[in-house]
């Protein structure tokens, strides 16, 4: 039996220092992963009708960049549940046809590689993502016919993602993203960031724009959307169009934000696409029926 009392208890990969009941490891996390989860599965299911049309000839592709070790446990409550590339990958209708799956941590890598040893369209990678993703981009280019293709990039924090990789798969066409921005660590950070012109969120933006004056004194002034605004810059310039980027009819980021217990944000989920018409009519009715009124924006 877990007996989570602090976050002591998780070892230096964050996970639990007790194994799930298939005895493999599991990630440590807060309540909140699940609404993550809760968005993402929704996406999935709601966007299932134009996937099919890709998967049924087995051109459907699944990317997670920060896979983990397929489980994880909620703190506190000693739940199990499955991360979110098993729950892609256990998808009953209109399933991808091939997953790829990349962590840096080989303990976590060899625990998704057991855990999803009975599917064979499973490729998983030890590794860095921000390096992995020039080979992965390079291999999926190479297919000349139309596919679909999803990425899942849920890092733990800034440090882990570079806009270089959000560039990388950026050119393949059909590539929707949902990407989990990690704005509460960023607010806690930028002090130590704000004197050092090479810095973690120059590398997370692809752009060191956010040191502009007037930016500046906008995070000062506590409005961080700024931040969101200049990501949208960033994947006009990769070449995502305006309207796959639109929240309703406002000219801002379709984000939602997941907000802890103290009603702190997280995290904002961002979907990204270059369906200009369905993928955001989809992502845009999801996060206004959201879990628990957790929509608002930051
Ligand atoms: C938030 S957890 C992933 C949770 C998982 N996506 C899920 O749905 O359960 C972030 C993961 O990223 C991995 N990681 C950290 N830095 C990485 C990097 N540069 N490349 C690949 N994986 C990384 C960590 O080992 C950790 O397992």
């Given amino acids: 039996m877990r007996n989570c009392k602090s976050d002591n208890c998780k070892d230096k990969n964050s996970n639990c220092s007790i194994l799930g009941s298939d005895s493999l490891p599991v990630q440590c996390v807060g309540s909140w992963a699940e609404d993550k989860y809760f968005y993402l599965e929704k996406y999935l299911n709601a966007s299932r009708e134009a996937r099919r049309k890709f998967s049924d000839r087995g051109n459907a592709v699944f990317i997670d960049l920060f896979a983990g070790p397929g489980k994880c446990v909620i703190r506190y409550e000693d739940k199990e549940i499955d991360g979110g590339g098993i729950k892609a990958l256990n998808r009953d209708e209109a399933p991808f046809n091939e997953y790829y799956y990349f962590d840096i941590n080989e303990t976590n890598v060899k625990a998704l590689e057991k855990r999803t040893s009975k599917s064979s369209n499973c490729h998983i990678k030890c590794g860095d993502s921000n390096v992995l993703i020039n080979d992965l981009v390079k291999k999926l280019l190479g297919y000349r016919f139309n596919r679909y293709h999803f990425a899942y990039i849920d890092p733990f924090g800034p440090d882990a993602l ?111 696409s270059k369906d200009i018409k369905l993928a955001q009519k989809i992502w845009n009715s999801i996060i206004k029926s959201n879990l628990d009124g957790q929509g608002s924006l930051f």
């Avoid at 704005?183 to 050092?196: F, H, Q, T, V």
């Avoid at 969120?201 to 956010?210: A, D, R, V, Y």
């Avoid at 309207?243 to 000219?251: H, I, P, R, T, V």
């Avoid at 103290?262 to 990204?272: E, G, P, Q, S």
């Fill in 162 to 272: 570079k806009f270089n990789t959000i560039r990388e798969l950026a050119k393949l066409q059909r590539m929707d993203m949902l990407i989990h921005f990690p704005i509460g660590a960023i607010k806690r950070n930028i002090p130590n960031w704000i004197d050092k012109p090479n810095n973690i969120l120059n590398e997370f933006l692809g752009t060191n724009k956010w040191r502009d004056k007037s930016n500046i004194k906008m995070i000062y002034d506590k409005t961080y959307r700024i931040l969101v605004d200049i990501y949208k810059e960033q994947l006009l310039s990769v070449g995502y169009p305006e309207g796959g980027l639109k929240f309703s009819e406002e000219d801002i980021l379709p984000v939602v934000s997941v907000k802890n217990t103290k009603d702190r944000d997280l995290y904002a989920l961002i979907l990204v």
